[in-house]
């Protein structure tokens, strides 16, 4: 079974531009989760979708946003973006809810710089 | 909101030392708990999990991890580390049935051959 892919896997971006990241999750699984990882701040979360529905956000300025269409598949997009904002962007799925018993499985991350 | 802390920030132990990382969290309801590996290179991949039943969980690749809930604690254990296991180890909470998933801010483990 092929794993979590995420497209594209390095992106260099300017201040101001936006950008869109995507993630396709394992198949089967419906849900898909979003993190951010930088050396300052770890891991920490943005969002979940689960059948095209947004579950759950975390602490994260309204620039980020997200959707899920029909057939699981997830893009990210961060608007204006700052330098702050370069970061390794990970992508999780799982078979039903995330907090449920099923496990997250996830992606080799997009690595986005801001110059 | 949960919150997870991991004691150790570098940790650098010889082949067949034992390995023992600590993970204390803080959320008063029933939660989820893991234990994710990030080898150099890869995307993180995970270790073991507890969600209800022996509080003694065994992993891959010779690990377990032992959940006290009265200490708040998930701590990760191996015997004996070899070389392989050189990697950034995350413990991780989320509420049960509630994806608001919070790391840790790992723990990188050095093994020297």
């Known amino acids: 079974k092929a794993g979590v892919t995420q497209t594209p896997r390095y992106l260099i971006k300017t201040r101001g531009q936006q950008v869109t990241l995507s993630c396709s999750p394992i198949?089967?699984?419906?849900?898909v989760s979003w993190y951010q990882q930088t050396p300052g701040q770890g891991l920490q979360f943005l969002f979940e979708?689960?059948?095209?529905?947004?579950?759950n956000k975390g602490n994260f300025p309204g620039r980020f946003s997200g959707r899920q269409f029909s057939n699981s598949r997830s893009e990210m997009n961060v608007s204006t973006l700052e330098l702050g904002d370069s970061a390794l962007y990970l992508c999780?799925?799982?078979?039903?809810?995330?907090?449920?018993?099923?496990?997250?499985?996830f992606g080799p991350g997009t690595r986005l710089t801001v110059l | 909101a949960q919150s997870v802390s991991q004691h150790n920030h570098h940790v650098i132990l010889s082949e067949a030392a034992s390995l023992e990382l600590g993970c204390n969290y803080s959320y008063g309801g029933t939660v989820n708990l893991f234990w994710y590996v990030q080898y150099p290179g890869q995307h993180l991949q995970l270790l073991l999990k507890y969600f209800s039943g022996d509080p003694l969980v065994k992993g891959i690749k010779g690990f377990e991890a032992e959940f006290i809930k009265s200490k708040f604690s998930f701590n990760l254990r191996k015997p004996s580390v070899q070389w392989s296991d050189t990697a950034e180890y995350f413990c991780?909470?989320?509420?049960?049935?509630?994806?608001?998933?919070?790391f840790g801010a790992g723990t990188r483990l050095t093994v020297k051959p």
């Open positions: 991780a909470v989320n509420a049960r049935y509630n994806n608001d998933m919070r």
């Open positions: 999780a799925s799982s078979l039903g809810v995330a907090g449920s018993t099923d496990t997250q499985y």
């Open positions: 979708y689960f059948s095209e529905t947004q579950r």
């Open positions: 198949s089967g699984h419906r849900s």
